[in-house]
């Protein structure tokens, strides 16, 4: 199985900061198959990022994604107030498909 | 508008059964395929189950395997999980989804629409 290990756990940042987000792959995986979610409290996941670094529909384009051999990264250039939530990264190259286990963006 | 409603949730005693429904509207249901995702209190996202479009292909978490059975009906545009031999560690918030492209067979996802998610608890 392949582990995703996100880090930092908790990224504590202010309005209008740069927020960095990583995700690490215990093996190789495509970068086709890595897509990363947004998740507020008290609501569902929702698709941000994927194949790495494609946009899903709506979402704005401070966010984007990158890859570098096992290790991806969300980065949200500019956060807004709505950006302050948990963010998972997910993998479907190999089964079973796994998730990492989230980076909490807090306001600090 | 892509519309998951998950219904079914409820209490359960250790070692019952439940089985949840997700009613699926606003797109071709039988043109994507499915999957049930759950999430701990508290903890973060745990995939359990997917489902071809056709529902002729299923795959499952070894955490689930031969106790949870996943199933469609294109008829009705609705998602099952039946969930038997429960365990505490079920517990859980379960969410549906779809798949990110109308294709036949579950390839993992993304995943680009989520219903609100339907709480199991697993308790004496």
């Known amino acids: ?108 | 508008e892509v519309q998951l409603l998950e219904s079914g949730g409820g209490l359960v005693q250790p070692g019952g059964s439940l089985t949840l429904s997700c009613a699926a509207s606003g797109f071709p249901f039988s043109s994507y395929a499915m999957t049930w995702v759950r999430q701990a209190p508290g903890r973060g996202l745990d995939w359990v189950s997917g489902i071809s479009a056709s529902g002729s292909t299923t795959s499952y978490a070894d955490s689930v395997k031969g106790r949870f059975t996943i199933s469609r009906d294109n008829s009705k545009n609705t998602l099952n999980l039946q969930m038997n031999s429960l365990r505490a560690e079920d517990t859980a918030v379960y969410y549906c989804a779809r798949d990110f492209l109308p294709r036949l067979v579950f390839q993992g996802g993304p995943f680009d629409s989520w219903g609100q998610g339907t709480l199991v608890t697993v308790s004496s």
């Open chain 1, 1 to 108: 199985e392949i582990v995703l290990t996100q880090s930092p756990g908790t990224l504590s940042l202010s309005p209008g900061e740069r927020a960095t987000l990583s995700c690490r792959a215990s093996q190789t995986i495509s970068s086709t198959y890595l897509a990363w979610y947004q998740q507020r409290p008290g609501q569902a996941p929702r698709l941000l990022i994927f194949r790495a670094s494609s946009r899903a529909t709506g979402v704005p384009d401070r966010f984007s994604g990158s890859a570098s051999g096992t290790d991806f990264t969300l980065t949200i250039s500019r956060l807004e107030p709505e950006d302050f939530a948990v963010y998972y990264c997910q993998q479907s190259d190999k089964s079973p498909l796994t998730f990492g286990g989230g980076t909490k963006v807090e306001i600090k």
